[in-house]
């Protein structure tokens, strides 16, 4: 029979790996708990059910020590020291890495309704407190304050015709001329939107955007800007030097 080795330390911390994975995760154990209480904390870390369980210590260095083979026995009886691994063997005949794929995992899939009718969901909780979406004065607010603003681009861009020169004067940005190319709404964003076709290549693009093309331009020639950063002038066309070779 072994020898009963009592630690005056508490806890230990070990490795618990299993037969059924291929992980090994880190745990910290109370010494005075019996091996039937370990096998139940087990459970929850490798799948396996307490009773398909055998265990086996092994230490630091990787090398067998004994089996945990008395249920009633404290794990501190046995010689585990910070580091040992304990190794779960699963006689329940599941299949390795089944608690591993996650493909066999049922996916739990809630309806628009079912979910309406939760009292204690996000929704719920949104709705009771007039908050988000459900706050009707603040909507109301934001919508009149994007309809203002639709208001005031299409008020900019109707003094603002294609072919015109111009300048974009946008804060922060140094002053570029070029020639109107398109006015009007978007497909990539919303809102009116000028077409530049800058001279010389200060832009993002040819007058293609996500696959449309709005008009026609080198590449880097074009942009997009709002029409309240448009100036419409008799500009003459700047040559910045940047195609000039070196």
Request: hydrophobic share 35%; proline share 3%; with cysteine.
């Amino acid at each position: 029979m072994s020898s009963v080795i009592i630690s005056s330390a508490p806890l230990v911390t070990v490795q618990v790996s299993s037969s059924l994975n291929s992980f090994t995760a880190e745990k910290r154990l109370d010494r005075g708990m019996t091996l039937a209480e370990l096998k139940g904390k087990l459970e929850l870390v490798v799948g396996s059910p307490a009773s398909c369980m055998d265990l086996k210590l092994f230490s630091i260095d990787n090398n067998f020590i004994q089996n945990l083979d008395q249920d009633d026995a404290l794990l501190g009886s046995y010689p585990v020291d910070n580091g040992c691994r304990i190794h779960v063997i699963d006689k329940s005949g599941a299949q390795v890495g089944q608690f591993e794929d996650l493909s066999r995992v049922e996916k739990f899939e809630l309806s628009d309704d079912a979910y309406e009718k939760r009292s204690e969901s996000v929704r719920s909780f949104l709705k009771r407190n007039k908050m988000g979406k459900f706050n009707e004065e603040e909507a109301s607010e934001k919508a009149a304050e994007q309809q203002r603003k639709l208001e005031e681009e299409k008020l900019a861009a109707e003094t603002i015709t294609t072919g015109s020169r111009c300048e974009v004067r946008a804060a922060g940005q140094p002053t570029k001329r070029g020639t109107v190319m398109y006015v009007g709404l978007t497909d990539f964003k919303p809102g009116y939107w000028v077409g530049i076709k800058y001279d010389e290549p200060l832009g993002k693009h040819n007058g293609s955007v996500e696959g449309k093309s709005y008009f026609e331009c080198g590449p880097k020639y074009g942009a997009f800007v709002k029409p309240q950063h448009v100036v419409v002038g008799d500009f003459s066309e700047e040559d910045y030097g940047l195609d000039d070779e070196m």
